[in-house]
């Protein structure tokens, strides 16, 4: 989904500040070889993954999401009172109802605040960009606080090599705003959404819907935790990414030789590195952090932009990509000049 030609003057998006949080515990490689049928050669030839991090048993996803966006709040300086909207995308809320977004607007006493989830799997932070994008472009909202945050420990099933050593626990955040406050051209330039709603069985939680209830006998069967046909899912991955990057590209008119670095989902180096090839965008310019923390899903680009950011890969005035895929299918980038 493109930004339409719209009939009215839409106001400035700026980014200004991220914030992150990874739990303490550790699950290296080795950890693993002792838990199932595994081999720290195998997961690192694989995927580039070395260890990733394991959420504590009574540390929810808003806790997650409230720490990492504090530290985005204190990067932009946004006061509680100045939000107007948080976004939440998260596909491991703490309960199913009420939104995990409203547990982390009362956490920060951000009482102005209208507070919904989103549900877009790896995607899901740049849905929320999107989505806060529009309300504030269309003078909605002013000051959007937008969280990824996953605890994907609780919906992996750690008998399952094929899918145990991919995923992590973490939380990234942005604030977004409009008006006085945006600092020199700092922009969200263009963003772009996707779905292919026909390919919903490749990656997914079958049960514990409406669709398969929570019974005895499913909770057995592990319906609860992350089924993947991850073959296919790679060759979907490096396609709609490609895709998505290179139309967005296109649209903004923005010459690829400018990008100064592209954060990308971080789901696998080798996914990473065949998109980034296809773009023609040199590895010295990709942000890799997925060696740390494996997949975290949606939280995983916003985490890696926010250790970016930290870490001074990309200054003030440089353009950003963030390009993601995931369950859905769903795919999505953004350009953000910093
Ligand atoms: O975040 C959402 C988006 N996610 C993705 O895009 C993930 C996309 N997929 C992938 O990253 C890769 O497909 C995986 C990392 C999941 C798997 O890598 P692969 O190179 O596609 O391996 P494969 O599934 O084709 O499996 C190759 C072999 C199989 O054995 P056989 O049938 O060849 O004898 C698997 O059983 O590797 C075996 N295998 C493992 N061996 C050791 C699968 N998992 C493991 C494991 N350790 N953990």
């Not at 895709?243 to 100064?260: H, M, Q, Y």
């Amino acid at each position: 989904m493109n930004d339409l030609t719209q009939p009215f003057k839409r106001l400035p998006v700026a980014l200004i500040g991220t914030g992150s949080y990874v739990p303490e515990r550790r699950l290296t490689n080795s950890d693993l070889e002792k838990m199932v049928d595994t081999t720290n050669e195998w997961i690192v030839e694989r995927t580039g993954i070395e260890e990733r991090r394991i959420a504590a048993p009574d540390e929810k996803t808003s806790d997650m999401a409230t720490n990492a966006a504090r530290k985005a709040m204190e990067a932009a300086g946004a006061r509680p009172g100045e939000i107007d909207l948080i976004i939440v995308a998260t596909i491991t809320p703490d309960p199913f109802t009420p939104s995990t977004a409203c547990y982390v607007q009362a956490n920060i006493g951000a009482v102005n605040a209208a507070a919904f989830d989103i549900s877009a799997a790896c995607s899901g932070f740049l849905y929320a960009l999107k989505t806060a994008v529009q309300y504030i472009g269309c003078g909605q909202a002013r000051t959007a606080l937008i969280i990824a945050s996953e605890k994907l420990s609780h919906i992996v099933n750690w008998e399952d090599r094929s899918t145990c050593v991919l995923f992590g626990d973490g939380a990234g955040a942005a604030v977004l705003r409009t008006g006085t406050g945006i600092e020199g051209d700092s922009a969200i330039l263009a963003s772009d959404i996707g779905a292919d709603g026909t390919l919903t069985d490749i990656l997914l939680v079958p049960g514990g819907g409406s669709a398969i209830p929570t019974t005895e006998e499913n909770i057995h069967e592990k319906l609860y935790t992350v089924a993947m046909r991850g073959n296919e899912l790679f060759r979907h991955a490096v396609q709609h990414m490609k895709d998505s990057a290179l139309s967005l590209i296109k649209r903004t008119g923005i010459d690829p030789n400018d990008i100064a670095l592209v954060v990308p989902h971080q789901a696998n180096l080798r996914i990473i590195n065949a998109v980034t090839a296809r773009l023609g965008i040199p590895p010295e310019k990709v942000f890799v952090n997925l060696q740390k923390y494996g997949n975290t899903s949606g939280a995983a680009c916003i985490i890696a932009l926010d250790e970016a950011l930290r870490a001074g890969r990309a200054k003030k005035g440089d353009i950003v990509l963030m390009v993601t895929f995931g369950a859905g299918l769903t795919w999505s980038s953004a350009a953000i000049r910093i």
